[in-house]
DNA sequence: ATTTTATGCGCAATCGTTTGTGCAAAAATT
DNA sequence: AATTTTTGCACAAACGATTGCGCATAAAAT
């Protein structure tokens, strides 16, 4: 269907090589007259010829393609992510295949089997949990892989992270120093890294402040919405409920503001509230949320450059660990529980930001 | 590197046509004896062998590829829609590239010559504007194609759109009916389909009331964030300003939902909004927001349904128009003129909804 | 016992590129 | 005029899979 160097070669009278030669420059490199160049291109030009890529990437091993795994796209704090990865991508001449495992393992395993059959280039992944034989296996083969938003301790791989103990950590301080004592989380999925690194953040918190850790306050079980409404629900339903709550993703701050509406609990004045993951209209919410803000773009940019830098450079001595910083950015969903009013005037040990 | 159809032949002692069609389960058609059609098999598992699909492609003429062009990903719409996109594809055994043409024609045209160097299947596009040549080649070499969110009526194409222009023609009904007179748009990209529609029912709704359209109260030229910022602060220093706006876009919503912070403007008291695009967060902002909610979901489904029937079908003699219907969710932004207060009492023809 | 039919599988071409090697003819050198 | 060098290009293999055709051998039919 398609116009081939053959179909070129036969009406220019001159071989697909030749063809093939002139049309990736390499004229020069293999004493193509200039004349026969000229001919050549114009004929390609006049035909629209399009190189085939499959028969390239066969016969080079190339494809230009990066895979993409993330856990939800539909989730902002990723598709911002896919957005500035796609951009980057596609600066550095390459088109990009993204797959949505839906947090589930299984479907991560399945995909990156067809990613692989694929031939691509390079693999940016946001693994699901701490299973990894696939992989490892991806290394083994020495495929250029990096690891963002979630590492895997056991794997030697470039990665990007956020620091998510800290920012966790800061998080909750900030809550203590307004005079919180009984602070729950609402989780994420368990035994991803990101959720890991923000229990253990929360726990060392309330310890390093004497506070008892209270397993009643520590809920849910996945990123989304749901989990964020009907944990909300439970929380505010015990005997001796929290006075701040700190939710670890932007979905399931959704569903705890939904929640608290419905029962018409006023924030900050009833319920203190931090959220992990900044959304773009948390300024203009009923209360401005106060927010661990992650840096997407850098981590989207960082994490291109370390693959594209892999593909390039095959020999790749050691991998690289990026771990880059979050920023509390105080707003108005916390309540100053000692002088009573809003609790916006406090500071933290991390660098902090208005707006 | 990866083990190939040759290896296992070799191995097994058979040829890599019989090791071939035992693995595509073309056995029993080829007559291949069961002693053999087992042995291959497990010799294939125990290798871990994986079809190279860059050889298979260029075989087959079937990549197993979806193409997706979107004008800007970070746009929570486009987001949501590449999300319901991107699983239904998978549920069909589909893989998805996505481009983003960032509004800009000419990366649309770019992208999409490098999805057709790579045999890609099937096109799902959301066009940038009203320039088709390149759509309209793909058309004539019989590729898979729909149009989404946008049309483009010179194409005899597949394609999904809600009706744009009832939306906006209800949304302005509905600031008429609350006795708003001076009623602004910030318009997105000129010259899209979807901003072409809009623009149209907003002047008929004025021109069927009787109120005359004001140049002046027409503004914007993205769909942008910073646009809806911009456009709103020149709208309120107008020295007739307008009592109500109409957002064409969630992010144009978050500029002007900016700037009226900045400007202390309090919606709905001094100015009244309704907004294009639902957002998630709606219910929970300061006001919550009037909104035209378009059917996502459906959307994505229903382009992909179409997609994959034409794929699968091949002749396609006649091509189909999908337009499915927005809904007006009325919150609270809308302030009534008349009787002062809140406009949310009111209705429209169209079919409504709270929440 | 011969012919026919069925069974089981391999050969080789093909998809569209790229690239190492080699061979004429032209140009330069002696 | 004979030899060497340069110029310009073609041949063919390779990448990994699929598939029409055909060829043995075995089983069935006569």
């Known amino acids: 269907m398609a116009i081939t160097l053959e179909e070129i070669a036969k009406i220019t009278g001159f071989s697909a090589s030749t063809v093939s030669r002139v049309l990736t420059k390499q004229s020069k490199k293999y004493r193509i007259s200039q004349v026969t160049e000229k001919v050549i291109i114009k004929k390609a030009k006049e035909l629209g010829y399009r190189p085939n890529d499959l028969a390239r990437g066969l016969r080079l091993k190339k494809t230009h393609l990066i895979g993409l795994m993330v856990p939800d796209i539909s989730n902002p704090f990723f598709s911002y992510l896919t957005h500035i990865i796609q951009k980057k991508v596609y600066m550095n001449g ?114 390093d402040n004497g506070i008892k850790i209270d397993e009643e306050l520590i809920v849910g079980n996945d990123f989304r919405r749901e989990n964020g409404f009907i944990s909300t629900k439970m929380l505010l339903k015990l005997s001796n409920p929290p006075t701040a709550i700190f939710t670890f993703s932007d979905l399931i701050t959704l569903g705890t503001l939904h929640a608290c509406m419905e029962e018409k609990i006023n924030i900050p004045d009833s319920l203190s509230v931090v959220v992990f993951d900044d959304i773009d209209f948390a300024p203009f919410l009923v209360t401005p949320l106060t927010a661990v803000r992650q840096p997407r773009e850098m981590m989207g940019e960082v994490a291109v450059k370390l693959l594209i830098d892999e593909i390039k450079n095959k020999s790749q001595e050691r991998k690289k660990k990026i771990i880059l910083e979050p920023k509390l950015i105080i707003r108005k969903s916390v309540r100053d529980m000692i002088l009573g009013g809003n609790a916006n005037h406090l500071n933290t040990t991390m660098e902090y930001h208005y707006d």
Chains 1, 2 share one sequence.
């Open 94 to 207: 390459y088109s990009l295949i993204v797959a949505n495992t839906n947090e589930d393992i299984n479907t991560e395993i399945e995909q990156l089997e067809i990613f692989r059959r694929k031939g691509i280039d390079g693999y940016i992944i946001m693994p699901v949990g701490t299973k990894y034989e696939h992989l490892a296996d991806l290394i083994e083969h020495n495929k250029p892989l990096v690891l963002l938003d979630r590492n895997i301790d056991e794997l030697n791989v470039n990665c990007v992270v956020v620091d998510n103990y800290r920012g966790s950590y800061e998080a909750i301080q900030y809550l203590i120093n307004a005079g919180h004592k009984r602070i729950a989380i609402i989780q994420g999925l368990q035994n991803t890294y990101t959720n890991n690194e923000r229990v253990l953040g929360y726990k060392n918190a309330l310890a």
